[in-house]
């Protein structure tokens, strides 16, 4: 079993910033693919940012320029710098890992950009 904790998410203002983190453990010895998807009320959820094993990342159109995913060294741990904060930016956030076995899932963190 892989478990995710995230952390990280709260109330900021429009043009603020946050820091969501995302640590993988249990049964888990290698780097994986990880990334980070999101879900507004009434919405799908969508990917948000990724990051493979070699590090190479990858953007929703709507963040590019504004958020940075990246990895704390050889560990399945990532992190999602998001600046420049706009209320549509408002979801839960959630951390995603893809291993052989599956897809794992943490349980959310609400981000809510509101004045």
């Known amino acids: 079993q892989v478990q995710l904790a995230e952390s990280g998410g709260g109330l900021v203002q429009p043009g603020g910033s946050l820091r969501l983190s995302c640590a993988a453990s249990?049964?888990?010895?290698?780097?994986?693919?990880m990334g980070w998807y999101r879900q507004a009320p009434g919405k799908q959820r969508e990917l948000v940012a990724g990051?493979?094993?070699?590090?190479?990342?990858n953007y929703a159109d709507s963040v590019k320029g504004r958020f940075t995913i990246s990895r704390d060294g050889g560990k399945n741990t990532v992190y999602l710098q998001m600046n420049s904060l706009k209320p549509e930016d408002t979801a839960v956030y959630y951390c995603?890992?893809?291993?052989?076995?599956?897809?794992?899932w943490g349980q959310g963190t609400q981000v809510t950009v509101s004045s």
């Open positions: 995603n890992l893809v291993s052989s076995r599956g897809t794992y």
């Open positions: 249990g049964s888990i010895f290698v780097i994986r693919p």
């Open positions: 990051i493979s094993t070699t590090g190479s990342t």
